[in-house]
């Protein structure tokens, strides 16, 4: 490969990874609530730096710092999502989310759900104790816009899923 | 000699199940030192082999299966799928920006496998449009948050989406029973589809407990 | 030519810096700023890269590693905190 063309192409893949920093930067900037800009966040780094690590591959041509590179990598990738997960969970529980940015929850009609079942088990005096998945309750359901056409019978089975004691596998 | 007795009373992984990790782990000693010499190999053996009996921890249940053709097309699925993801995300904080509408989706996945609903949920994370907020492993339900979905019909556009890269991740790594609830689903209602595909899945829950 | 692309790289890396930095400054929470810390520790994750680059060294390539490797930490020990503290 001709220098020139090495450096071309080097100096493209480094443009890209720079755009995909800066997607990152723009979104964390200009979107409304915690739950975008994590969107924003975890998607264009990973681009970015695979952009980044194949202008390394392209500028030093040899073969044995692939691995390596490709360890990076994968790295990144197993833990990106990681951290995006916990952020967002951790979000989503603290209420950080502004409900009025969100046309559907599905999460929100499950949670409500499960605690009106928990709550009519209380009151029944038969309530099981293993109540774990039970997410940061949201004290008024209403509050969210609640889209007319939400796919009605999945949730409601999750929502006994969920209640189902014993039904999960043990860890 | 309590902690011998621990550690004799531990389950024992037997090899075969640790080899993929112990392949993980000299690939990784190999790839940090940049050198992939034999005598190089055969000490990151040594230790993957120590470090694996040591830091003992529960192994990850692989399903025996692999299948590289499929699994080579969900590798350009998904990087199609972050290009695709990172650009829609500059598109989108440009062009919308403070105004964005989302969502939150609940999508049921077919397997009730730990390895494959984690690796879907990490393959959602990254392309377009999803972020795992919570998981339900009972129901293997994923709670997915989606950057601008305004109406059910782009729910259930990622909600098809979501089952297709799991259909893509059964293929590839799923277990035997796993790839006979996909078949006979796809079989039943022909190309797959969120809305019908659900059916299917509650009858898988009986089918693998 | 490839002083131009350097250039510009730069440029790039810096002002997406700034918004971080702007964001870890204005954040309304703790999740917002540890996620903006986040991406800055990205964007100096490809600062080092493109200094490689330029400089034909590998000097940083471990760190890079690192950095991929255990960014993820510190959000989701923010995170763990949060959660618990409710």
């Not at chain 1, 759900?113 to 209380?122: H, N």
Request: charged share 20%; hydrophobic share 50%.
């Amino acid at each position: 490969m001709s220098a020139e063309l090495n450096d071309l192409i080097v100096g493209i893949l480094m443009l890209g990874g720079a755009l995909m920093s800066l997607a990152a930067a723009i979104g964390l900037t200009r979107f409304p609530d915690l739950m975008s800009r994590m969107h924003a966040a975890s998607k264009p780094q990973v681009l970015g730096l695979l952009l980044f690590l194949l202008a390394i591959a392209v500028q030093f041509e040899s073969w044995s710092l692939l691995p390596v590179l490709v360890v990076c990598w994968l790295f990144m990738i197993l833990t990106a999502p990681v951290s995006a997960h916990m952020v967002g969970r951790a979000g989503y529980r603290t209420k950080h989310l502004r409900p009025e940015l969100l046309t559907i929850d599905e999460l929100d009609d499950v949670v409500g759900r499960a605690q009106e079942l928990l709550l009519q088990s209380r009151a029944d005096g038969t309530g099981d104790a293993d109540e774990d998945e039970d997410p940061q309750v949201d004290d008024d359901p209403g509050a969210h816009s609640q889209a007319g056409s939400l796919d009605d019978d999945s949730s409601a089975q999750t929502a006994q899923g969920a209640r189902r004691p014993g039904h999960s596998p043990e860890g | 000699m309590t902690r011998r007795a621990q550690m004799r009373n531990r389950p024992r992984v037997p090899l075969l199940k640790e080899i993929p990790l112990l392949i993980w782990l000299v690939f990784l000693w190999g790839a940090l030192w940049q050198d992939f010499s034999a005598g190089n190999l055969i000490f990151g053996a040594v230790l993957a082999f120590i470090v694996a009996n040591i830091f003992y921890l529960p192994p990850v249940e692989l399903s025996g299966r692999f299948n590289p053709l499929y699994a080579a097309g969900f590798l350009v699925r998904f990087f199609y799928k972050l290009v695709h993801a990172s650009f829609e995300v500059l598109w989108l904080s440009v062009s919308k920006g403070p105004n964005i509408k989302n969502a939150v989706v609940g999508v049921k996945l077919r397997s009730r496998s730990d390895l494959l609903v984690t690796a879907t949920g990490h393959a959602l994370s990254l392309i377009p449009g999803s972020l795992v907020v919570e998981v339900d492993r009972s129901t293997s339900t994923l709670y997915l948050h989606c950057l601008n979905v305004s109406t059910p019909e782009a729910a259930d556009k990622v909600r098809k989406d979501v089952r297709d890269t799991e259909s893509w991740l059964i293929r590839s790594i799923g277990t035997r029973e796993d790839l006979d609830v996909l078949k006979a689903e796809q079989a039943l209602a022909g190309p797959p589809s969120g809305r019908q595909a659900d059916g299917a899945a509650t009858t898988s829950k009986e089918v693998n407990p | 030519m490839m002083s131009i692309f350097v250039v510009l790289v730069a440029v790039m890396l810096s002002v997406a810096a700034a918004g971080a930095i702007f964001r870890i400054a204005r954040g309304p929470s703790i999740l917002d700023r540890v996620l903006a810390a986040d991406v800055l520790l990205t964007i100096v994750g490809a600062a080092l890269a493109t200094d490689m680059i330029v400089n034909r060294n590998l000097d940083y390539l471990a760190l890079l590693v690192s950095i991929s490797l255990i960014g993820f930490i510190g959000s989701v020990t923010v995170a763990r905190f949060v959660t618990d503290r409710r």
